[in-house]
């Protein structure tokens, strides 16, 4: 989707590491989400920001992940220290208030 | 609280028939029901969306639901699956009318065969 950058697309990192996942929204917005998919859990919601600020965490699985959202053309999702069972696809979506969601393509995180 | 159940994890049909996949949905208020899909190696793209106005939804690429309130369904079709239709689909549903805060079923992966 050409209003959401993830970087980057493949992460390999060993466990222990910290990790960090990027997007860049490129059209206007007022909610960003951070989801997780994996195979036996499917989508999560991990976080989401309103106006750059966070408005439920409540989606985070441990205190190893952290997300920022400094300004409305970025934000981050940490991970530290990684875990082998972090390994899964991140996905960055935007929406306006009106929405629907449009997701980038994802990091695919893979923890040794 | 909201939630959908896509029944059927995995679906195969050929090329040229026709494409059902199936959708349930819990909602304690009038719901929002959405169908994304999803190619290989990228994100979620909105497919259609129920927003009370017409219980039948057309969408991109062919795809239409309907809304069965009796049935609790939103129920996916195409009448004639292409090869370029392989791919998972998810079902998501919302309270929210702008559909940014949805509750996602599990995914059922369409297999297209020649």
């Known amino acids: 989707d050409a209003g959401v950058i993830q970087s980057p697309r493949h992460e390999v990192t060993e466990m222990g590491q910290e990790v960090t996942l990027r997007c860049k929204p490129i059209?206007?917005?007022?909610?960003l989400f951070w989801y997780r998919q994996t195979m036996m859990r499917g989508l999560e919601l991990l976080i989401y920001?309103?106006?750059?600020?966070?408005?439920?965490d409540s989606g985070m699985p441990e205190d190893r992940f952290s997300a920022k959202m400094p300004n409305a053309s970025f934000s981050t999702l940490k991970i530290q220290p990684s875990e082998p069972r972090d390994s899964a696809v991140y996905f960055c979506?935007?929406?306006?208030?009106?929405?629907?969601?449009?997701f980038g393509n994802g990091t695919r995180l893979t923890v040794t | 609280a909201q939630s959908v159940t896509q029944l059927g994890s995995h679906v195969s049909v050929s090329e040229g028939a026709l494409v059902l996949l199936r959708c349930n949905y819990s909602s304690s208020v009038p719901p929002y029901l959405f169908w994304y899909v999803q190619y290989p190696n990228q994100g979620l793209q909105l497919l259609l969306k129920?927003?009370?106005?017409?219980?039948l939804v057309k969408g991109i690429n062919g795809f239409e639901a309907e809304f069965k309130k009796s049935e609790t369904s939103f129920h996916l079709t195409k009448p004639s699956a292409h090869m370029s239709d392989a791919a998972e689909y998810f079902c998501a549903v919302t309270k929210n009318n702008a559909g940014n805060m949805l509750t996602f079923g599990g995914g059922t992966r369409l297999m297209v065969k020649p």
């Open positions: 979506a935007i929406s306006s208030r009106l929405g629907p969601l449009h």
């Open positions: 059209s206007g917005h007022d909610y």
């Open positions: 920001f309103n106006n750059n600020v966070p408005i439920d």
């Open positions: 129920y927003t009370s106005a017409a219980t």
